[in-house]
């Protein structure tokens, strides 16, 4: 099945045909699969964070590579704390401070305009609302960073083309346990059979798969080197990541 013209009729056509097939959900990761946020936004904004609170840490990108395997900013600082310094600094509530701090940093980086969508990101999201077909998010950072990036890349109202955004500390456990994903499904309503998750992890796929939604992901300079043996297909970029692609993943239930 090709898809080759998606206007006028070509698009009814289209429609008619998708309305009828099991693809009926994407869930997008957000750090690391909509855009390269890590090395130069949450790194960045961690470490300005720090500066300010006059706290003597600094995470340089290879460090910044091993913390990642935490997820969760506030987790990530615990982590850090109990396996680098070896020390305990910094209080619960006083990492909770801290994490305000890094959010606001964070904040300021997107709305300077400097983390852009992955090539080929807005595209996919553009050409799946055309054709109906729901779109979520679901990722362990919090929700205004969500929020930020969307309008700051999207544009102003970007948020309503999501029918779920499945955010940071509304479970209990985060990526690789499965609770946001599953969170995003009951939000949702959509069996996980009829969805596909979008990420760049192994914590990301893992999560996902342990919800029961077959996996894409998309490596990045962090991630590449990651186990992803339990993904459905691997790339390095958006570029073959269409429509059709998904269509045949999912498996369609029309002739
Ligand atoms: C990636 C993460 C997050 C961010 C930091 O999330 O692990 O922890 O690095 O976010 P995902 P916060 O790939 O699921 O989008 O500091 O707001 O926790
Ligand atoms: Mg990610």
């Known amino acids: 099945m090709s898809l080759i013209v998606l206007d006028g009729k070509a698009m009814k056509i289209a429609l008619l045909k998708y309305n009828l097939m099991n693809l009926k959900c994407i869930l997008f990761d957000v750090d690391g699969t909509l855009a390269d946020t890590e090395r130069d936004g949450h790194r960045v904004a961690f470490n300005k964070a720090f500066a300010e609170r006059k706290l003597d840490w600094h995470w340089d990108e290879d ?33 909770k401070s801290m994490h305000t701090c890094k959010t606001k940093h964070y904040i300021n980086l997107l709305q300077s305009g400097n983390i852009p969508l992955r090539k080929g990101v807005k595209e996919l999201i553009v050409q799946l609302h055309k054709l109906s077909i729901t779109l979520a998010i679901s990722t362990t950072t919090t929700p205004i960073n969500v929020s930020t990036l969307l309008k700051t890349s999207l544009g102003e109202k970007s948020e309503a083309l999501f029918d779920v955004i499945a955010a940071g500390d509304v479970i209990p456990n985060k990526k690789p346990a499965p609770d946001i994903y599953q969170y995003a499904l009951k939000k949702l309503n959509i069996p996980a059979q009829n969805c596909i998750a979008i990420e760049d992890s192994s914590a990301g796929l893992e999560s996902a798969v342990q919800a029961g939604i077959k996996t894409i992901v998309t490596t990045n300079n962090y991630t590449q080197n990651q186990d992803f043996s339990k993904a459905s297909m691997v790339f390095e970029n958006f570029d073959n990541i269409n429509i059709e692609l998904l269509n045949q993943l999912i498996g369609e239930n029309y002739v």
Not at 68 to 90: A, D, P
């Open 63 to 95: 460090i910044y590579g091993q913390l990642l395997k935490v997820t969760g900013g506030k987790e990530r600082m615990k982590y850090y704390q109990e396996h680098f310094i070896k020390q305990s600094l910094l209080s619960d509530d006083e990492i």
